[in-house]
């Protein structure tokens, strides 16, 4: 498995060189963006049974992405606003990866904007 198929190279990209760098978001969304990280990563490495090191990109797939802000709904009672928010964030960094990786697509492939 090489460098540039594990998540966490492509995530920590997508924070600094994207966010700030390259859209210079404001300090309430770069915040927002890492935290909807910070929740999706765990919860994807549970439900696939892997050390959140050892995540690829492939590991982030459509269907985990839908259990997670099914989750979010249901263990963390958040309203839709804020599920839509944490989609948003996802598909960010869906789009980063797809851009500057085009053999990694099987993210942006199996995108979450799927009717669920």
Same mark, same amino acid.
């Given at each position: 498995?090489?460098?540039?198929?594990?998540l &966490?190279?492509? $995530?920590?990209? #997508? !924070?600094l060189?994207?966010?700030?760098a390259e859209r210079n978001l404001a300090?309430n969304t770069?915040?927002?963006?890492?935290?909807?990280?910070a929740?999706?990563?765990?919860?994807?490495?549970?439900?696939?049974?892997?050390?959140?090191d050892?995540?690829?990109?492939?590991?982030l797939? &459509?269907?985990? $992405?839908r259990? #997670? !802000?099914?989750?979010l709904e249901?263990s963390?009672?958040?309203?839709?606003?804020?599920?839509?928010?944490?989609?948003?964030?996802i598909?960010?960094?869906a789009r980063?990866?797809?851009?500057?990786?085009p053999?990694?697509?099987s993210?942006?492939?199996?995108s979450?904007?799927?009717?669920?």
């Open positions: 498995m090489s460098n540039a198929t594990l &966490g190279s492509w $995530v920590r990209r #997508f !924070l060189e994207h966010l700030v300090r770069q915040r927002s963006y890492r935290d909807t990280l929740l999706l990563i765990p919860f994807v490495a549970k439900k696939s049974a892997k050390v959140v050892r995540l690829t990109v492939i590991d797939s &459509g269907d985990l $992405v259990l #997670f !802000l099914a989750d249901e963390r009672q958040c309203v839709i606003a804020t599920r839509n928010q944490r989609l948003a964030a598909h960010a960094l980063f990866v797809g851009e500057h990786s053999g990694a697509h993210l942006v492939r199996s979450p904007c799927d009717p669920i």
